[in-house]
């Protein structure tokens, strides 16, 4: 596809859906990519968002590459102290880390920027809060000084879109209902439909690698 088709697909998705194209950022997924495959599939396309799920491999492509950086993976709570290195955490999946993060932020005298991934297919195997652990999740985290919380996440169940549309539709909904702006979903398969069904960051890799 590449970087190019991507956005045009993503535009598509937003005229679909009535939305302005400005609303919806994409963030480029570089896990297992080498510094020039991203330069030339990536970046000489333009300043997007980085986005990376293991620590050690984002911090030897800091030191290479100038880029906001986001991390998308299951966070462990001993690499928590590298989360000032990300501009967002999309991965928020547990009260522990959370509290790990506050922990941080104020050592650091900064507040992090995070998403709460939220479990929606009730995968066993997947990481984030079940749908009905939201509301107490969501209020522990508030009053936790040195954590913002922007949005949610959600990784849907693999499958067809009739499948992974209803998700897409419930985390906008409790997105809305907590008064959340950002909602992280769709990745290189389903990105169109998390657009049409109210994303506001989609998180690319496969697409954008391939020729």
């Not at 088709?5 to 609303?23: I, N, S, T, Y």
């Not at 991934?117 to 990481?127: M, S, T």
């Not at 079940?130 to 509301?135: A, H, K, Q, T, V």
Request: hydrophobic share 45%; glycine share 8%.
């Amino acid at each position: 596809m590449g970087l190019p088709q991507v956005l045009e697909a993503m535009e598509a998705a937003c005229r679909r859906a009535g939305r302005d194209p400005e609303g919806v950022r994409l963030v480029a997924v570089t896990k297992g990519r080498s510094v020039e495959e991203i330069q030339e599939k990536v970046l000489r396309y333009g300043p997007f968002p980085l986005g990376e799920s293991r620590v050690q491999e984002a911090l030897k492509k800091m030191e290479l590459l100038e880029a906001e950086w986001h991390f998308i993976g299951p966070l462990q709570r001993n690499k928590a102290k590298f989360a000032p290195r990300f501009a967002l955490i999309h991965s928020l999946d547990s009260l522990r880390l959370a509290e790990a993060l506050d922990r941080v932020g104020e050592k650091v005298g900064v507040r992090l920027r995070v998403l709460v991934e939220v479990n929606l297919g009730r995968e066993p195997q997947k990481h984030g809060f079940l749908e009905e652990e939201l509301p107490e999740a969501l209020a522990r985290v508030r009053e936790m000084a040195h954590l913002e919380v922007l949005g949610l996440m959600t990784v849907p169940p693999v499958g067809p879109e009739a499948v992974v549309r209803p998700i897409f539709r419930r985390l906008s909904e409790l997105a809305d209902r907590y008064g959340l702006p950002e909602r992280s979903m769709g990745m290189s398969d389903d990105f169109p439909i998390a657009i049409e069904e109210g994303a506001t960051l989609v998180r690319v890799g496969r697409a954008l690698f391939v020729d």
